[in-house]
């Protein structure tokens, strides 16, 4: 049933995509424009996300399947972390590449996909993967497409998805919560996530050609890693670790983490590699290659999970 419910909310994604690339193709919109909307995603929509999955009780079960959580999203960053660097050292990759193969489009999906296949009271268990990976995304990701040699923490710390992380941890370990009629605003914010990270995808594959994608060695190597070797190293390591077992629901929560491991590379990417002016169109095919393949591979993985 699970990955029934996967394919399902995959494919409705992969639909937007589409719907963002005949904007360009009928000439309603140019793939160039495309960057105010992926300004949009990284420092609004994204900001709301985090903000509305913090408006949560902090109770104690709560409390230790999200210390679960979080412990093996950190862990499991690491491991891509070296998989990516000593990967892009032996196959030559670039950042894009590197960070494709690091960096799932969890942003985008996990949480649509945990709220169908699982629940809307399951999501805030998403939210420890969320915030470590947007810890790493706007550290060491930042860092490898700017170029620069150290990380400038004044500018981390202000980044506003940072700012957001601080303000729901505060809030839901002091128990105080946002207004509702703020908290509702937020939420429909958020909700665009998704869909407006699929729209951008599409508009920029929508300026690239389509041969590129399908014929180049380099974005068949980054889906391998991406898509296939990357999971199934973590699934081994959750099967040995036996970690479900240390909490109620262990299973389902770290199923969740899982979950965000081994969805797309992230849209994030492609949006970075626009802004510091990288090729976008190559990052854009490696997210739609993961994308189309994930359709069969997440349900497979799901099944292998609860073996």
């Given at each position: ?37 992926s ?31 979080f ?9 891509l ?41 399951w ?48 809030s ?9 009629i ?5 939420a ?41 070797l ?78």
């Amino acid at each position: 049933m699970i990955s029934i419910l996967l394919v399902w909310k995959i494919a409705q994604l992969f639909l937007i995509m589409i719907l963002g690339y005949l904007l360009v193709k009928l000439r309603i919109l140019k793939t160039e424009e495309s960057i105010v909307l992926s300004k949009l995603s990284l420092y609004l929509v994204m900001t709301a996300v985090i903000l509305s999955a913090f408006q949560v009780d902090f109770k104690p079960e709560i409390q230790a399947g999200l210390i679960l959580a979080f412990v093996a999203a950190v862990a499991i960053h690491i491991l891509l972390l070296i998989i990516g660097h000593i990967s892009g050292r032996l196959f030559h990759f670039e950042e894009i590449d590197i960070a494709s193969i690091i960096y799932s489009n969890a942003g985008n999906l996990i949480i649509p996909i945990v709220t169908a296949v699982l629940g809307i009271e399951w999501v805030i268990y998403s939210t420890a993967f969320l915030s470590v990976q947007l810890i790493f995304l706007w550290t060491h990701c930042k860092l490898m497409f700017s170029k620069e040699k150290k990380p400038h923490f004044r500018k981390i710390i202000l980044n506003v998805n940072m700012i957001a992380i601080f303000i729901g941890v505060l809030s839901m370990l002091s128990g105080s919560r946002l207004p509702a009629i703020l908290n509702e605003t937020l939420a429909s914010i958020g909700s665009m996530i998704g869909p407006l990270g699929m729209l951008i995808t599409g508009m920029i594959v929508a300026g690239m050609d389509m041969k590129h994608v399908f014929t180049s060695k380099k974005v068949y190597a980054v889906t391998f890693f991406r898509m296939i070797l990357c999971p199934a190293i973590i699934l081994l390591l959750l099967k040995l670790s036996n970690a479900a077992s240390l909490v109620n629901n262990g299973t389902e929560i770290l199923l969740i983490t899982f979950l965000a491991t081994m969805t797309p590379a992230a849209s994030t990417v492609t949006q970075f590699a626009q802004v510091h002016d990288k090729n976008a169109a190559y990052a854009g095919a490696i997210n739609i290659m993961t994308t189309l393949l994930c359709i069969v591979t997440m349900p497979i993985f799901v099944i292998l999970y609860y073996i």
